[in-house]
């Protein structure tokens, strides 16, 4: 099979998302410009950078994260795992702007270091961020697509000791989740190690 995305694909649903997968996903924490909790999973989500590390968030529409991080310059980055799949579904709801999604989906909230926002207690890791830039993404011929890259740089990193194995974050153990397409999920249960060749 081929097709040209602009000419349509004929399947039942779009496979884009089911073929670049698993993806990360970025369990996104902000505050108003008043001081309101907002969060929100994103799996347009990844790290771009190692040093200074960063990562980033797209949002298909300048949805309340976005607008957070750009007017208030911080945001904070908490990883999604299989034992909070159903709290971090229950934060993708389309609430109202104001509406606390830690308090919707009963997540506790914990306390962030170097940046205003919160993180989810629960969560083994979690990225404090201070904004770099948001960018409208353009297609090729130059129109806007309505769909926004938010671009943070990582000023803490909070790590539960109960997933430092050898000093090495178990990212099975944590078991992060990740989004596959369509309504489809996976789990890291396990990971195994490839040296790279030197020549």
């Not at 979690?126 to 960018?135: F, G, Q, Y």
């Not at 806007?144 to 178990?170: E, K, P």
Request: net charge neutral; aromatic share 10%.
């Amino acid at each position: 099979m081929f097709y040209e995305p602009i000419l349509g694909h004929g399947l039942p649903h779009d496979p884009f998302k089911a073929i670049v997968a698993p993806r990360p996903i970025g369990w996104i924490s902000t505050l108003d410009v008043r001081g309101r909790r907002n969060l929100a999973p994103y799996s347009f989500f990844n790290g771009v950078c190692g040093s200074p590390p960063m990562v980033m968030f797209s949002s298909e529409g300048f949805k309340h994260s976005a607008e957070n991080a750009r007017d208030t310059g911080q945001f904070v980055c908490s990883l999604a795992t299989h034992s909070l799949r159903e709290q971090m579904n229950v934060t993708s709801a389309p609430l109202a702007k104001g509406e606390d999604e830690f308090f919707r989906a009963g997540l506790a909230a914990a306390p962030s270091r170097t940046v205003r926002p919160p993180r989810v207690a629960k969560s083994p890791a979690a990225l404090e961020c201070r904004t770099i830039s948001v960018t409208e993404l353009n297609d090729m011929h130059g129109a806007a697509t309505g769909r926004y890259v938010v671009i943070g740089q990582v000023t803490g990193v909070h790590i539960d000791d109960a997933y430092l194995v050898d000093g090495l974050f178990d990212t099975a153990k944590a078991q992060a989740l990740a989004r596959c397409g369509y309504m489809d999920y996976a789990t890291v249960f396990e990971t195994f190690s490839l040296a790279r060749p030197q020549s």
